[in-house]
């Protein structure tokens, strides 16, 4: 019975080791199931952070393309307020011509005027010098 006994002894230990080596695979397993479950976890969290990301891009695209025709809006009246004002500019310049040629004419008529008024002040003068 030796055999038999050092074959039961052999396998009893060979047990206890298949044992150990049992509960070592089971700590791994659920080691490695734990890490699957965090990196799932970290994996929904990254998705919901890119989802967000995502949503807020789109709505800062959507406050972008209305800033943009904002801007349009803007520099088409500014371009609209240019051309009015360069139109008034040059109503402005018409009237100063037509002003100008109207001073002209005055100043002329002045001159003209003062001219007559000399020559009938000399005429007097003379008259006055003469005795007549």
Known sequence: MSKLDDRVTKL???MGNMRRDVEAARALASGAYQDVVDMRAELRAHTKTLE????NQVELRKDYKALRED??????????GFTVM????AEVDRRF???ESEMRE???KIGL???QITALLNIAINKDETGG
Request: proline share 0%.
């Open 97 to 99: 011509v037509g002003l």
């Open 106 to 108: 005055g100043f002329t």
């Open 12 to 14: 009893e230990r060979d």
């Open 71 to 80: 801007h349009n809006e803007l520099h088409r009246e500014v371009d609209e």
């Open 86 to 89: 360069r139109e008034g500019f």
């Open 52 to 55: 967000a990301l995502h949503v």
């Open 113 to 115: 005027g003062m001219a």
